[in-house]
């Protein structure tokens, strides 16, 4: 099973409205959780990092964490077209490595 | 300007040949990482490097090594490429322990 699961694999959603992507993992004992966004032929640039039960916010980039739900969120606020991207969800394992999602791909339509 | 660097960005290379992945960070990192990212299975981690010859494998390291002579360089070796490892290859570094990862642009491999 993998632990680290991405919903939902795609989303449209039209700009300006609100974007929601949803991660659920195995390992409620994990601290550190990020989000991060891949741009088509990119690497990876990270949005928001999240190390406690709540909200983060980054600008327009909004993480929720709820480790007793084995849940975080990530809400982006008046998506534009440039933030088409595929978003990553990455939780801690241990001291070294991090584990991904497979990720959500988010089209915004202008 | 704080930045991760790979190269080669595009590559094709036959089965069989050697191939030689580089990367390079300006932060002083001691933590680099290699992974390789695959449509339907997501970034997989293949190599970890902690400082200067202290290498340690991740979760798909077979068909690879690596080395790490200089702090700031970490290479992918593939010896004898298979058609498998076709793939885009991505290099990270991180300052320390749980402390955030920053990623090269990546590597486009194609083995023929």
């Known amino acids: 099973q993998q632990k680290v699961q991405q919903s939902p694999e795609s989303l449209t959603v039209s700009e300006g409205a609100m974007a929601s992507l949803n991660c659920t993992f195995s390992d409620g004992t994990s601290d550190n959780f990020r989000w991060y966004r891949q741009h088509s032929g990119k690497g990876l640039e990270v949005l928001v990092s999240i190390f406690s039960d709540g909200e983060k916010e980054e600008g327009r980039f909004t993480a929720h964490l709820n480790r007793a739900s084995l849940h975080v969120s990530l809400h982006i606020r008046e998506p534009q077209p440039s933030d088409s991207a595929v978003y990553l969800c990455?939780?801690?394992?241990?001291?070294?490595?991090?584990?991904f999602g497979k990720g959500t791909h988010l089209h915004v339509l202008p | 300007d704080m930045k991760v660097t790979q190269m080669p960005r595009y590559l094709i290379k036959r089965m069989g040949e050697n191939v030689l992945l580089e990367c390079g960070q300006d932060?002083?990192?001691?933590?680099m990482y290699w992974y390789r990212q695959d449509p339907g299975l997501g970034l997989q981690l293949i190599y970890i490097?902690?400082?200067?010859?202290?290498?340690s494998e991740g979760d798909i390291p077979k068909g690879y090594r690596v080395s790490r002579k200089k702090r700031e360089h970490f290479s992918l070796i593939l010896d004898s490429a298979k058609t498998n490892q076709t793939s885009v290859y991505f290099c990270?570094?991180?300052?320390?322990?749980?402390?955030?990862?920053?990623f090269g642009p990546g590597t486009r491999l194609t083995v023929l």
């Open positions: 932060m002083s990192h001691e933590t």
């Open positions: 990455a939780m801690r394992e241990n001291a070294y490595k991090v584990i």
């Open positions: 490097s902690y400082d200067v010859d202290s290498n």
């Open positions: 990270a570094s991180s300052l320390g322990t749980g402390t955030e990862q920053f």
